[in-house]
Nanobody, 121 residues
Framework: QVQLVESGGGLVQAGGSLRLSCAAV????????MGWYRQAPGKQRELVAT???????NYADSVKGRFTISRDNAKKMVYLQMNSLKPEDTAVYYC???????????????WGRGTQVTVSS
């Protein structure tokens, strides 16, 4: 069984920083991409940032220049460094991973339970 375990959320003032961490645990054969999504109250879940095995990174326009995604492939972890936080960054942040649990299995999408980030003005 595969789980994505997030940590690092919390309450911060505008202009502050937070670092989110996510560990992929369980029986994992390989991981393709890992990333972060967020969902604010009353809104749809949206992409924040993703990083592939090949080193490609993708960011939402709203976080470019403020957020940085990084991976530790050996530890099966992904991080999101969030700087210059704004009240509009307030949301539940979800870790996502595209991975295979065996050589013969297909690539599946997995989600963490989410961690709350609240930015006060």
């Amino acid at each position: 069984q595969v789980q994505l375990v997030e940590s690092g959320g919390g309450l911060v003032q505008a202009g502050g920083s937070l670092r989110l961490s996510c560990a992929a645990v369980g029986s994992i054969f390989s991981i393709n991409a890992m990333g972060w999504y967020r969902q604010a109250p009353g809104k749809q879940r949206e992409l924040v940032a993703t990083a592939t095995n090949g080193g490609s990174q993708n960011y939402a326009d709203s976080v470019k220049g403020r957020f940085t995604i990084s991976r530790d492939n050996a530890k099966k972890m992904v991080y999101l460094q969030m700087n210059s936080l704004k009240p509009e960054d307030t949301a539940v942040y979800y870790c996502n991973a595209e991975l295979k649990i065996s050589y013969y299995s297909g690539v599946r999408n997995y989600w963490g339970r989410g961690t709350q980030v609240t930015v006060s003005s």
